[in-house]
């Protein structure tokens, strides 16, 4: 079994930077794959980026240019640096696992392509 944990949300004013981290626990396989999510207001939850066991990277067309995903070597902490940050980004920023399901990577882009999520931390970018 796997616990996410994330850190690092809080009040940012618009153009400023924010790294989230995400503290995976457990037991982790070879295919273990992550990704980060957030959901607004209002608003489905909608993905943000995503690493798979490959060590392919992707993002979304909203985070392209202005957020970095990486992990350290363990899968035990995954982060997501934001930077360039926007009034519309502000949301609950959800960190999820792949532990069991070995997703392909165009199924890492969806809701149903992890397992395991974490409890969520809010993320507002004041104008």
């Known amino acids: 079994q796997v616990q996410l944990v994330e850190s690092g949300g809080g009040l940012v004013q618009a153009g400023g930077s924010l790294r989230l981290s995400c503290a995976a626990s457990g037991r982790t396989t070879a295919k273990f794959q992550m990704g980060w999510f957030r959901q607004a207001p209002g608003k489905e939850r909608e993905f943000v980026a995503a690493?798979?066991?490959?060590?392919?990277?992707y993002y979304a067309d909203v985070a392209k240019g202005r957020f970095t995903l990486s992990k350290d070597g363990a899968w035990n902490t995954v982060y997501l640096q934001m930077s360039s940050l926007k009034p519309e980004d502000t949301a609950v920023y959800y960190c999820?696992?792949?532990?069991?399901?070995?997703?392909?990577?165009?199924?890492?882009?969806?809701?149903?392509?992890?397992?395991?999520w974490g409890q969520g931390t809010q993320v507002t970018v004041a104008s």
């Open positions: 999820a696992a792949d532990a069991t399901r070995d997703s392909p990577w165009y199924d890492l882009e969806t809701l149903g392509g992890y397992d395991t």
């Open positions: 690493i798979a066991w490959t060590g392919g990277i």
